[in-house]
């Protein structure tokens, strides 16, 4: 009975210390004939020059429960960057109007509204005769009085007197009244527009050379202009 709590004592201390000798390693650094180290967990070979050291055995750490695992990193409520859309207002194509005048004849302009000319419209109406002017100060439409002194001979028919009363008025076709009148026009696609435009800078470009200088000035700012409308109205959306 007494030797029982000597036998739990030397349990207990046996149980302490063989932790602490679990922890600990013994390296030896052994050094053979040619000067060559080497470092091991085993005592070094005969004939080999040995040093010892004891050093603590690396654990691997605790785990480590979900509830002490560090924190994410904060996800900020910031909103992220937006770009503002970059807005380029381009004109509308102008139309081109394609006008065709009595003679046929067809030109283009960019208002719709053709040539104006002046047209006037007949009708049946009556027809005044002029004032006949006669000799001896009288108007009519016989034959003038002989000049004083001059005698009629036999069988001669004397001259008819004038006559004063006026003729009588004729019916027939007259203007009766007229107005302006424009050239009928109509609006070109657009395909044939940039079409146009195009044979009309050729031909610019085909007249440059043999135009005077004064001349180019104008060839010049045409040209600019169907450049800069040809830019806007004729390029691929």
């Known amino acids: 009975m007494r030797s029982l709590p000597l036998l739990l004592m030397s349990s207990l201390l046996a149980g302490a210390i063989a932790p602490a000798a679990a922890q600990e390693v013994v390296i030896y650094r052994c050094e053979d004939a040619q000067g060559r180290l080497t470092l091991r967990d085993s005592p070094c070979e005969p004939g080999e020059k040995q040093q010892s050291r004891s050093m603590q ?10 509830t002490s695992a560090a924190p994410a990193s904060r996800v900020t409520d910031t909103p992220p960057t937006v770009t503002a859309p970059v807005v380029i207002y381009r004109a ?14 067809r030109y283009t302009n960019d208002t719709g509204e053709g040539q104006a000319r002046w047209e006037s419209y007949f009708g049946y109406g009556y027809i005044w005769p002029r004032a006949h ?22 069988g001669t028919p004397p001259p008819s007197p ?16 007229g107005g302006w009148v424009r050239d009928e026009c109509h609006m070109l696609p657009q395909a044939e527009t940039c079409a146009r435009l195009s044979d009309r800078r050729y031909e610019i470009l085909r007249r440059y050379g043999s135009a005077m200088p004064s001349e180019r000035r104008t060839l010049d700012l045409e040209q600019r202009g169907i450049d800069a409308r040809m830019a806007n109205d004729c390029r691929n959306p």
């Not at 055995?57 to 979900?66: E, H, I």
């Not at 509308?92 to 004849?105: I, K, L």
């Not at 004038?162 to 009244?177: C, E, F, L, N, Q």
């Open 133 to 154: 002017g006669g000799g001896g100060g009288g108007g009519g439409s016989g034959s003038p009085r002989p000049p004083p002194g001059t005698s009629i001979g036999v």
């Open 162 to 177: 004038p006559s004063d009363r006026p003729r009588p008025p004729t019916v027939g076709v007259v203007p009766i009244a």
């Open 92 to 105: 509308p194509p102008r139309p081109m109007y394609e006008c065709e005048a009595p003679d046929g004849t």
């Open 57 to 66: 055995r690396p654990r691997d750490p605790a785990p480590t429960s979900a």
